[in-house]
């Protein structure tokens, strides 16, 4: 490792729809280094690195490789100046195979499939992956994924490889192995930027630590000068401590009967026996990492991922329920406002008054031979009104919306079928701050109603705000269970990454 930085950040700031992912940010990787970028979920730390790799541009400030500004507009662009991102969510090409992945974008006019298998053979053998350069990349496992990954940024000759959340998936060997190859890049003079929220490996494993905090670095300096409690003091700062909390005592249970139960639910690799009870009039807080199993739990529960055979039991009002379409759980007075609302949230075309009218008509116009059009733009007008929702004119498309009235005709398409448990994942995500202040208090009045209501929240401010019963999810089961009384941003993370 050098004093030389071949990456640096002066400044830098990203902002989406006014709120700041990033802010003033400086930043430097040096050269032959192993950098650990530390913080919450949504603390600036993919948005940070995604700037470094060209896939998003800056708002503002200036990002230099080996001293010189640059300007990337495309990823292309940046792995001409050598580098390269392994993402979390792997960006191959499920249809193609191995070999044709790792070559992709260094194709020659004229191709020859054995040469592309020889050459991917030879990078995957070189860093000692058994990975089969002839199978489809649709059908590896996550692990050999991202070798994949991995081993398209070596044969693209990387000076800077960037791994967001690269052990999330990864068993304990698989682990050991990747930081081996780490090191051994670096001693090649290979500079490497890793995300991660188990705080030990960057202890051990990093050169240096970044710690960021609401889009702002907030410290940074070699790994020999941190130790767990300092980087979580860094992480949390002291607006979570508990002078900050707002001063709102506990709801009482409406009753001593859950509406729901959740009992030893598997699923895959993703939830591991979690079990937990959700009460009628409280708000059921689930805090965890990202790949912690607290929305895919929640996808178990709506029927829309099925659980493994015998993976548990769910009881719904005391009578155990499995659903295999989600249509029967929104039957069942089940809703799921999704983390993802451009995904899978709304019909973007169509105007906020459809959006909610369908919701309506996914339980209620069951079996019905008329759809009855006054009773759904009635009950349409009626939520837009109650939840504020703004739009220029009534047919304007939801898409062309702000994110906050976005998030809000998603809370109203669920909110209008009447259920009796809602499952807000990350309401709050992507909107500006008054939109935020609105859809808490939504989340607030409809626990106050005596409905169930379970809060998914990457962000711990919220969690600790609105919930009166936190649940920690790690590693696919509830690893620690707090009352609002005993809840602290310190015990939850430490629970989550401890």
């Not at 051990?204 to 941190?226: E, K, Q, Y």
């Not at 099925?306 to 039991?313: L, M, P, T, V, W």
């Not at 105007?351 to 309506?360: T, V």
Request: glycine share 8%; proline share 4%; net charge positive.
């Amino acid at each position: 490792m050098t004093d030389h930085p071949i990456v640096s950040l002066r400044g830098v700031t990203k902002t989406y729809g006014g709120i700041d992912a990033l802010a003033d940010a400086d930043f430097d990787l040096l050269q032959g280094e192993i950098h650990a970028l530390v913080g919450e979920n949504g603390a600036g730390k993919s948005t940070l690195c995604k700037l470094i790799a060209g896939v998003v541009t800056p708002s503002a400030g200036t990002i230099s490789v080996d001293g010189a500004a640059v300007v990337f507009a495309t990823p292309k662009d940046a792995s001409r100046r050598g580098i390269s991102m392994v993402y979390q969510e792997t960006s191959l090409v499920p249809q193609l195979t191995v070999a044709q992945n790792i070559v992709l974008g260094r194709e020659r006019t004229f191709n020859s499939v054995r040469r592309v298998r020889n050459a991917a053979r030879q990078v995957l053998q070189g860093l000692n992956f058994k990975v089969d350069p002839s199978q489809l990349a649709g059908s590896l496992s996550a692990a050999k994924r991202q070798m994949v990954e991995i081993a398209r940024a070596v044969l693209n000759e990387a000076r800077v490889i960037i791994f967001d959340e690269p052990t999330a998936a990864l068993t304990p060997e698989e682990t050991d192995h990747l930081f081996d190859l780490m090191r051994s890049l670096k001693r090649k003079g290979v500079s490497m930027i890793f995300i991660s929220h188990a705080l030990e490996e960057a202890l051990r494993h990093s050169d240096r630590i970044t710690v960021l905090r609401n889009g702002r670095v907030m410290t940074s300096g070699p790994a020999s000068s941190f130790d767990r409690s300092l980087l979580i003091q860094h992480m949390i700062g002291d607006e979570l401590k508990e002078a900050g909390r707002p001063a709102r005592a506990a709801r009482p249970a409406l009753s001593a009967l859950p509406i729901l139960q959740v009992e030893n639910v598997r699923m895959g690799n993703m939830v591991n026996n979690m079990s937990f009870s959700v009460f009628p009039g409280e708000i059921t807080g689930i805090a965890g990492l990202i790949g912690s199993g607290r929305s895919e739990v929640a996808k178990v529960i709506m029927g829309h991922t099925k659980r493994n055979f015998g993976g548990g039991r769910i009881w719904l009002d005391g009578r155990e329920v499995r659903y295999r379409l989600p249509a029967q759980a929104v039957a069942d007075g089940i809703a799921y406002v999704s983390e993802d609302r451009k995904l899978d949230g709304f019909f973007e075309t169509m105007s906020a008054a459809d959006n909610i009218g369908l919701g309506w008509l996914a339980k209620f116009g069951r079996r019905r031979l008329r759809t009855p059009l006054q009773t759904m733009r009635r009950l349409a007008s009626e939520w837009e009104r109650r939840l504020s929702i703004r739009a220029t004119n009534l047919n304007q498309p939801v898409l062309s919306l702000s994110g906050g009235n976005q998030q809000k005709v998603v809370i109203a398409k669920s909110l209008v079928q009447n259920p009796r448990l809602v499952i807000f994942d990350e309401p709050t995500r992507g909107v500006d701050v008054g939109a935020i202040a609105e859809i808490r208090s939504i989340i607030r009045g409809f626990a106050e109603s005596g409905a169930g209501v379970i809060l998914i929240s990457s962000y711990l401010p919220e969690i600790l705000e609105l919930s009166d019963r936190i649940l920690v999810a790690k590693s696919g089961t509830i690893a620690a269970e707090f009352s609002r009384a005993e809840a602290s941003a310190a015990k939850i993370l430490h629970a989550a990454i401890h």
